[in-house]
């Protein structure tokens, strides 16, 4: 008798064990459902891993008028910065006349506006440099619930996603009591859980991503950060240890990201301070290639204490203001002299360069063994990983104007921005799985 309430307890007890343990599971799969989800947002410079790779189902096999299709375009002020995507919203930067600039958040699907947030902006680039526009350059950068612009004149907003209300506000240049960039504020945002991290007053700076406050800032008036930097920090282990990889004007240097100490720097050699390449990690070290100087391969070794930098090849080839990006052990380029070209990072050997010239800058975006490259002057060029030899699948004229803005390729969407106006594109058709077979 006593026994059968205990039993019944037990059952009762089993019960919600097992429903708790399905709960779990059924929690987990949504989370790993959405984080698959999440991974195929484009939420910052260079997409979703900030070196131009990207997962997914393999592209169409073609960039024909049957395959690739205008879905929507919109109008909008002049500006450089690429397009970003988050869940259905796409986010652009653009120049709103002389003295303003401001974000807008689309549809995806539709290209209907959402929002729309502005600030007083702008500025005058150099005279040798106006002819390409004093535009609004920086690419913004989203965790999905705040989005982080950078104007000109080193202003600095946060933003969320679904509203456009304004969470925050900094006058990087004002704050930091140094000159504002004779170039304007080039560098995109890095968000990396609660902070972000930006390349201003003449340095490096850490910000909480919630409110804007400044946690650090680093090198300011030298260490090869002064005037501005054209380039974008990443994150990278090296040595066992994370470190903040910074393109100065003059300098590669890696920071510890918790206190902004410089761990190790490199100068490397550009005309006029014109490291403009993202910094590129491969193995052990970092691939540099700069305009007036060569391209370089430069090895990271750390034992704890310290690190050592060591330059283990260079070659001939320069770029200008296109980051490669890397399949395999090779880097895809387009160069100062506007061809493309490939180099195994392993040796520094040159697999092949064009005969072939090109526009003034290619944005560059890999899956499996294919590449699309969007050519300043409105040309798609689709072409294979292939370090034998430059093997173009197709291309396609799909702009007027020029195409300054970094590609967004997610999927089956290509989000193309144009000097005046954001174009969505659908990329469907049979992908072709056989390639380099």
Known sequence: MNQEPETLSESVE??????????????????????????????????????????????????????????????LGEGYPGPIVAGERVFIVESVGKQSEAVRAFDRKSGEELWKHSWAGGMKVPFFAAKNGSWVRSTPATDGKILVVGGMQEILVGLDVATGEEKWRIDASEKLQSERPSFGFVCSPLIDGEFVYVQV????????????????????????????????????????????????????????????????????????????????????????????????????????????????????????MST????????????????????????GEIAWVTDDRFGKYWSL???????????????????????KEFRVIGRREIADAETWGHLTVVDGQVFIRELTGLAAWDWEGTPNLALNR
């Open 201 to 320: 007053g003449g340095g490096v700076a850490k910000l909480e991503l919630s409110t804007g406050e400044l946690v650090w800032h680093a090198g300011a008036g030298g260490d090869g950060m002064n005037d501005g930097a054209f380039s974008s920090p990443i994150l990278a282990e090296v040595g066992g240890q994370e470190q903040l990889v910074v393109q100065g004007r003059n300098a590669l240097q890696g920071m510890d990201p918790s206190n902004g100490e410089v761990s190790w720097s490199q100068p490397v050699k550009a005309f006029r301070g014109m490291n403009i390449v993202t910094p590129i990690r491969f193995n052990d070290g970092f691939f540099t290639t700069a305009y007036g100087g060569r391209s370089k391969f430069w090895a990271i070794e750390g034992d704890g204490k310290g690190f050592q930098v060591n330059n283990t090849w260079d070659n001939k080839l320069q770029g200008y």
């Open 365 to 387: 975006v890999a899956q499996g063994d294919r590449l699309l490259a969007l050519d300043e002057r409105g040309e798609l060029i689709l072409f294979e990983a292939n370090p």
């Open 14 to 75: 089993m019960r919600q064990i097992v429903n708790k343990t399905l709960l779990v599971a059924a929690v987990g799969l949504l989370a790993g459902a959405c984080a698959a989800m999440a991974e195929q947002d484009w939420t910052q410079w260079r997409g979703p891993n900030r070196d131009g790779v990207i997962a997914g189902e393999a592209w169409p096999a073609s960039l024909d008028k049957s395959t690739l299709t205008l879905n929507w375009r919109v109008e």
């Open 324 to 347: 490669p990006v890397v399949v395999g052990n090779h880097a895809y380029m387009h160069l100062r002299n506007q061809r493309a070209a490939c180099v195994d990072l392993e040796s």
